[in-house]
């Protein structure tokens, strides 16, 4: 049996497979489904520090190859969390990561700070890029200079690995993931969801009720693995791929490209034992291959030389 641990530094996860955060609950909800001891981690829906309603619906369109969604971040806050879910899953053998949301700077320093004594959170994830909290899609992580200033701030107050979750919503990703290196993140989740629309063409109307939304889904799995690919090379920190992964073949790509782990988001909505899936999907591609230790393959990508000449 080939060995699918891979080594974050700050973290080892038994395989690169991990929940992506709110595409999961918290966890518990998908133990009748799949055996969470045998995830390399679940990342649990975003939390705020007090409980969230979320935008008003509709919220989730069906698009080609896509969901658009606006839940806009509903949550039972930190601690309902500490009390309620903690207990039950830390029972079992995966990293917790908690995606950690806020209004304010201040925001995400309260969360980590309450959740300072729970020893069982392996990381956290900061959600700095959810596009679904102003109208108009703005967070911080569109910009190098917010991105700095909140992981800085979070890094300070906190002992724990922090893994900084991108948007692919800007011209040059890779620049805002340096950002987030230099401010002292131990690694980067990469992407958030991409902000979208639909339009009900009998009432003219927009379908989400908050007018725009996060596409997520195979629609999106090229781009965003052409910006992991993109933040693999500039970093010298780990990098996590998340965006359209259905398949075991979907997760080898991106650690091809230079991804050590993968989160999987909307694939649990079609089929909820598929996190458990994907790994038996890369045990088979590695017993096949030859392949010891999964980590051999990530960032193995070839490129051939280009001949520029006659190209159209
Ligand atoms: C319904 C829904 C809720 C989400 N909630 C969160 C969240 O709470 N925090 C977060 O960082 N990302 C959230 N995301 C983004 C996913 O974690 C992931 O980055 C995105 O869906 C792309 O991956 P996918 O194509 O595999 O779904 C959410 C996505 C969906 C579809």
Known sequence: MADLSVDLGFLKLKNPILSASGTFGYGVEFSPFVDLSKLGGIIVKGLYFSAREGNPPPRLVETASGLLNSIGLQGIGVKRFSEEILPQ?????????????????????????????????????????????????????????STFSIVNLVKKNTSKPIITKLSPNVTDVAEIALSAQEAGSDAV????????????????????????????????????????????????????????????????????????????????????????????????????????????????????????????
């Open 189 to 312: 989740s990469l992407v958030n969801t991409f902000l979208g629309m639909a339009i009900d063409v009998e009432t003219k109307s927009p379908e989400l009720a908050n007018i725009f939304g996060g596409l997520s889904g195979p629609a999106i799995k090229p781009i965003a693995l052409r910006m992991v690919y993109q933040v693999a090379n500039a970093v010298n920190i780990p990098v996590i791929g998340i965006g359209g992964i259905m398949s075991g073949k979907d997760a080898l790509e991106y650690l091809i490209a230079g991804a050590k782990a993968v989160e999987v988001g909307t694939a649990n909505f079609i089929d909820p034992e598929i996190t458990l899936k994907i790994v038996r999907e890369l045990e088979n591609y590695c017993q096949r291959e030859e392949i010891h230790k999964i980590e051999e393959i990530i960032g193995t990508l070839k490129i051939g030389t280009l001949k520029l000449d006659n190209a159209g």
């Open 89 to 145: 899953l830390k029972k079992y053998q995966t990293a917790i990561i908690v995606n950690v949301c806020g209004e304010s700077e201040e925001e995400y320093v309260s969360v980590v700070d309450f959740l300072k004594k729970e020893e069982c959170i392996s990381a956290y994830e900061l959600n700095i890029s959810c596009p679904n909290i102003k109208r108009d899609g703005q967070c911080p992580a569109l910009h190098p200079d």
